[in-house]
Every structure is written in C-alpha cells, then in structure tokens.
C-alpha cells in the first residue's frame, strides 16, 4: 500500500511569490491535514480537509489556504511568501469515519517538502 | 495548549530497554494517549495508542498509571533507528483532532 506522497520534495522562492505545494492521501483515507514545521518551533496545525471541506484550521494567516479535490487529494497555498514561511510541510491522511473509536487519532504522515525563502 | 509534559531529552544504550515517560495529568476520561515519533528530517510516525489498559503492538508498550495522569512508552530493545524525537499526545476521539506535538522527548541511541 503506497504511503501519503508530497511534492515537491524541495522548493526556493522569494519573498513575495506564491507557492503551491501537493499532497496525496493513502487509498481510502478522506481526511487530510496539513502540518508547518519552522526550525526550532516544532509541529504546527495549519489546516483539516475532510471530504472536500475545510474543517478546522490553526492560528495561520489567511495568506495560507487550500483545498481538498474530489479524489481527496489536497494542495496548500501560500501567498505572499515571508522569510518566516521556510519550513519543513507535512501532509498527513486519516480514515474517515472513525469518530469515537480509538484509531480516530491515528494520522500518517508524507515526507513533507522544505520550503525555503529567500 | 500542551497537555502532556515530557523531559526533553533521554539516553539509552543501544539493546537496552528505553523508558520514556509522559505526564497527563488534566487528561479527561475520553482522552487517548497516543505516542508519535519524528526521525530526523522525516514526517511524524505513529507509534501506539491507549486509554487506560496496558498495551503492546510491534513496535513499543504503552503503560498507562490506574489514574491515568501518567503514562510510559517502553521500546524493549532500543537500536540506533530508534532515535528519535517522541511526542506524547492526548486527545478525545470526536471532534476536531489536529495532532498537538509539544517538544516532546529527544531519545539518542547510544552505541
């Protein structure tokens, strides 16, 4: 069974440019969450998609956006881009339907692309 | 906001046994602790999960106190890919269930 796939695996922008980074969900996992690791400040929550809407966010400014596409593969925007936006991004897929049961918290993770802006 | 409190780093000889402990001490009686792991450079990996009983799958044990309030991961037979940051999470098992990561627990695998 293919894992949760990213891409790209790196990217370097400047200040001011927009970015779009993509991710792929397990086989038949709905939910999709997106994660901001800037160096030194761990894991941060960003976004949850969950068959096709937004369903939670994190403390991000509107400039971070995204969308989750019918085959529940999802993709994160960045406009905008500031020098504190360099961070590892990971991507993370969920079964759905799992409310109340103990695997509902169980989350698998992609590689994760490294922004980097200059 | 953090709901667990771990040390922030640990040593353990490779072979030996790795006691990892994490205190929850607000956790609620429909929280779970679940433990995740980050290697280097690498995205977060599940490793196990319990509510109040004792549990074991390939990977670790997960001890759970009988008032819940603490908990210990134990890696049986530590090896130098088990280094590793280790999170450990408290969460309910309905609503929104964005993963809180904390600081965690850096364990290095001693040779």
């Known amino acids: 069974e293919a894992g949760v796939t990213q891409s790209p695996t790196h990217l370097i922008k400047t200040r001011g440019q927009q970015v779009t980074l993509r991710c792929s969900p397990i086989?038949?996992?709905?939910?999709v969450y997106w994660y901001q690791q800037a160096l030194g400040l761990g894991l941060q929550f960003l976004l949850w998609y969950d068959e096709g809407e937004e369903r939670n966010r994190g403390n991000f400014p509107p400039r971070f956006s995204g969308r989750q596409f019918p085959n529940y593969s999802s993709e994160l925007n960045v406009n905008a881009l500031e020098l504190e936006d360099s961070a590892l991004y990971l991507c993370?897929?969920?079964?759905?339907?799992?409310?109340?049961?103990?695997?509902?918290?169980?989350?698998?993770f992609g590689p994760g692309t490294r922004l980097t802006v200059l | 906001d953090a709901k667990t409190t771990q040390p922030p780093s640990m040593d353990c000889a490779e072979g030996r046994a790795a006691n990892l402990p994490c205190n929850h001490s607000?956790?609620?009686?429909?929280?779970?602790v679940y433990w995740y792991r980050q290697i280097h450079s690498q995205g977060p990996q599940y490793i196990i999960h319990?509510?109040?009983n004792n549990e074991t799958n390939e990977m670790a044990s997960l001890i759970i106190t009988e008032d819940r309030k603490s908990s210990t991961l134990i890696l049986p037979h530590a090896t130098l890919r088990d280094t590793a940051v280790y999170y450990c999470i408290v969460l309910p098992q309905t609503g929104a269930n964005n993963l809180f990561f904390g600081t965690g627990t850096r364990l290095t695998v001693i040779p």
């Open positions: 086989s038949g996992h709905t939910s």
């Open positions: 319990g509510l109040k």
């Open positions: 607000t956790i609620s009686g429909n929280e779970y």
């Open positions: 993370a897929s969920r079964k759905t339907g799992l409310a109340g049961g103990p695997s509902y918290n169980e989350q698998f």
